[in-house]
């Protein structure tokens, strides 16, 4: 039998469509079709100069908007050879990783959801919700924050602000108990996630694979860690690795990333120095001929920009590696053999979002 | 008063059994409204948010807007649908619960048929409503519908039978196949619950009952996430508000039922008899939906073998302990 699992589907998280030959209820393979959300984000970057590109990327994945401005922030910069502010640097962090926080709390509410488990949504939102509130009150956006400048960041952080991210981190260290008491030790979850949807290190290796995903299967690779940027390499924080590569292992790992990320704003706040947030640059920025490359570390996994210049105002070729579009290519190995029941499980687990897959 | 009209009616009985008819359906049409309201508020509650509160006081009405939003609905029949079947299946599962209440007593006397063997019959009709749920899932013409449909089945049937089997117990214990019969037992002897065969009894209804209404850790016949709800996807207005109210009937009835089994049905002190039934029945549907909202839910095949594996031999081992202990 076969049968069509999206692009309308409560769980596809998206306009993902899959389709997949059944045998009763064991999946025998499957077939992804993207392309829905496609807008053609990369040609339209090439007709534009290069910093009012950096709206665009808020588009790309949605649920973590700052990670992206990020991204072709820093390869802009490393094309013009801009300098950062050091307090700029720090700001970047701290919203990084509470941009992090929100977008894992999504997907902790998304897959609660997907089992069955409705309560653990409202939970995870209602934490999400006082992240956003934060960044609303500094970005003045919720979503698409667009937030990060060529050579730092638009404006200082408000008042007390520091002090109500510390509160939030009080807070939310409590909060991650809650959920670990809802789900982490609940028998039925475990018995839906564990051994389920295994990726096996080669298979993840050989894919390309990054993030969460990787490290649940023993990869211990972080962008933040292997070629830290900003300040990452002035802040301790672990990266946590699990063996199993099971849809289990992908939710512990992104459940210790959140005390990871807790850890990192901690220490940010701490550190932070004074001084300017912005580097002044040309009304017309034309930087040198050249291609610049550059990676960040998003919710979902290593985000990679490409840009080349010829010396005009307008990038010739842009392109993104986007880690959800890498993550999801692995989805059909992962599905085979698989029961009906655990394909929410395992797409939940790998935790895509559509739009930067289509871009 | 009411002597005075049930005199009256019971001159005549051919009304009097039409007057009984019409008050349990629309009893059966009625409850669901106060049941889905209480799920609402109890859901919100542990979800930390507020449920309905625009529509009458604290939003007592919203359940009563939404059926009279889901009855002007128009009825769409998807293409291809085997029409006959889909037209019935709402009403089976429907009718399957009206039976049910038919011959459980919600106080001394209010019962609308005296029946013997009104446990044998309970169990006997609840099953249809399994057939109304095949019947849905195959008709519907879609294939989420039929897999939903399926599962119900494979659930159902498999949790049915350690149920009956710890009904049995009660059975055998009180020696009597009528509920009055088994309550006025308790009313002498102390309720059930507090005999240990039946202890058991009640933890398998338990677990069974969350299986047979389709609540969370076993909902897998309308799994939303995964089935698109399963075998009533393709069911809209009217016939829609039949299958979920019939659903929501059939959890008070099982909890009902299970007041009558295990807890003494309506015997209690000061309060008179019917508050008693109607204290026990939603203090247990309270519970219900603490579960559901609770854990997530199980796969079918860790569901089925939770029932063969575990639930049927404890059952069986219980209803043998039962017969042992039992008064006679």
Redesign the interface.
């Known amino acids: ?1 076969v ?1 069509n699992v999206g692009p309308q ?3 596809t998280h998206g306009v993902l469509r899959l389709i997949l030959t059944l045998d009763g ?1 064991q999946i025998v393979a499957c077939e992804p079709v993207i392309g829905y959300l496609h807008r053609g984000l990369e040609k339209m970057m090439e007709r534009r100069p290069y910093r009012h590109n950096i709206p665009f990327t808020d588009r790309l994945d949605y649920l973590a908007a700052l990670s992206n401005n990020l991204g072709i922030c820093q390869c802009i910069e490393r094309l013009g050879g801009v300098e950062v502010p050091e307090r700029a640097q720090y700001i970047r962090v701290l919203l990084m990783e509470l941009q992090r926080i929100a977008s894992h709390l999504v997907f902790l509410g998304t897959f ?8 653990m949504f ?2 995870a939102f ?1 934490e999400r919700e006082m992240v956003l509130d934060l960044l609303e009150e500094c970005t003045g956006a919720r979503l698409t924050y667009n937030w990060v400048r060529v050579g730092g960041v638009p404006d200082d952080l408000p008042e007390g602000f520091g002090q109500k991210v510390l509160d939030f981190a009080k807070l939310f260290r409590q909060r991650i108990e809650e959920y670990d008491m ?2 982490t030790r ?1 028998r ?2 475990r ?2 996630t564990q051994g389920v949807g295994v990726l096996p290190k080669e298979t993840a290796l050989a894919y390309g694979c990054s993030g969460p995903v990787a490290r649940a299967s023993g990869i211990p690779y972080d962008i933040r860690k292997v070629a830290p940027y900003e300040v990452y390499d002035r802040v301790e924080f672990d990266v946590p690795v699990f063996e199993d590569g099971d849809v289990w292992a992908r939710y512990l790992v992104r459940m210790e990333e959140l005390r990871q990320s807790l850890r990192i704003i901690e220490q940010v706040l701490r550190d932070m120095p004074d001084g300017p947030v912005q580097t002044k640059l040309p009304k017309i920025f034309k930087p040198p001929a050249g291609i610049a490359y550059s990676r960040v570390e998003s919710p979902r996994g290593e985000l990679s920009f490409m840009m080349v210049s010829d010396g005009s105002p307008n990038p010739v070729r842009v392109h993104i590696r986007a880690p959800s579009f890498v993550n999801l290519s692995v989805l059909p190995r992962l599905l085979e053999g698989a ?6 499980a395992i797409l939940g687990s790998i935790d895509v979002v559509l739009g930067e897959i289509d871009r | 008063m009411i002597e005075a009209i049930t005199q009256f009616f019971k001159q005549y009985p051919l009304l009097w059994t039409f007057v009984k008819a019409v008050v349990l359906a629309s009893f059966t049409l009625v409850i669901p409204l106060a049941v889905i309201y209480v799920e609402r508020k109890i859901a919100g509650f542990i979800q930390s948010r507020l449920g309905p509160l625009h529509v009458g006081p604290q939003g007592a009405f919203q359940t009563a807007a939404d059926a009279l939003k889901l009855l002007l609905k128009e009825d769409i029949v998807p293409e291809g649908a085997d029409k006959r079947f889909f037209y019935l299946a709402p009403y089976i599962a429907f009718i399957s619960t009206v039976l049910c209440f038919m011959v459980l007593p919600f106080a001394p006397g209010w019962v609308a048929l005296e029946m013997n063997v009104a446990v044998l019959f309970i169990i006997g009709v609840s099953l249809f409503n399994v057939v109304s749920i095949l019947m849905a899932g195959w008709s519907s013409n879609n294939k989420y519908s039929l897999l939903g449909g399926l599962r119900a089945v494979a659930q159902l049937l498999s949790y049915e039978i350690p149920m009956v089997l710890s009904v049995l117990a009660v059975v055998f214990y009180t020696g009597s196949l009528s509920l009055t019969g088994i309550i006025e037992y308790q009313v002498k002897h102390g309720w059930n619950i507090w005999h240990p065969p039946i202890m058991i009894a009640a933890l398998i209804y338990f677990i069974c009952a969350l299986a047979e209404i389709n609540r969370t850790p076993f909902d897998l016949p309308e799994a939303e996430s995964e089935l698109v709800s399963g075998f009533n996807t393709e069911y809209s207005g009217m016939r829609f508000a039949f299958f979920f109210a019939s659903e929501f009937a059939n959890n008070f009835f099982i909890t009902a039922f299970a007041a009558a089994l295990f807890f003494g049905g309506w015997d209690g002190p000061v309060l008179p008899p019917i508050v008693w039934t109607f204290l026990k029945v939603f203090v247990m549907i309270f519970v219900f939906m603490w579960v559901r909202w609770t854990p997530p839910r199980l796969r079918i095949d860790q569901i089925l073998r939770f029932a063969w594996q575990l639930l049927v031999p404890i059952s069986l081992a219980n209803l043998l302990f039962a017969i042992a202990l039992g008064v006679r």
């Open positions: 039998m049968i589907h409560p769980s209820e609660g959801t997907d089992l069955g488990a409705t309560t409202l939970y209602r809802l789900l609940n039925i979850f018995s839906r029961k009906v029941a655990d394909l929410v």
